[in-house]
């Protein structure tokens, strides 16, 4: 049981509101995280515009973004995120078999080699950000991988480190 109420449309101040038409918009529908944000309606707005910045801009493959909201939300256990990113990629078309494969092994999945470098990077950093080692930036750029690549990876394991600690503190409602 959620520990704060996801808000209903009804109680939405007007600050809120005009954000959670946006997220309405651009989703068919207002997920009941940003109905528990927008209690407090400049985080609300805050994280909706780094979700538009990380998530629907950049050069990152869509596929990759919603491949490390997955795993990293996995990694830090919260079943909301990964019900909603998993919704997601099944929404762009990635089969079963292929979560799948990217949840058991993302070594066996449907990415280029640059890509799933990024993606074990985007993990390892969730995990183990002290214990990287230069080593790693190496051969991150031996597989192609571009800063503005590696920052974006990071920047979607940033929005998903934080997104699952305020789910799973307030306990909120799976909706997907």
Known sequence: MARIKALEPKQFSTDAAETLNE???????????????AHHPPLLKANWDKVKAVMMQGVLSRKVKESIAVLVSKDNSCNYCVAAHTGALKSIGTTD???????????????????KALIAFARKANLEPLRIADAEFHSLRQAGAAETEIVEALGVMEVFTAFNKFLDALQVEIDF
Request: aromatic share 12%; charged share 35%; proline share 6%.
């Open 23 to 37: 997220i309405e918009q651009a989703f068919g529908r207002i997920p009941n995280l940003f109905k528990t944000y």
């Open 97 to 115: 078999d292929e979560i799948r494969r990217i949840e058991q092994d993302v070594a066996l999945a449907d990415f280029s080699p640059k890509e």
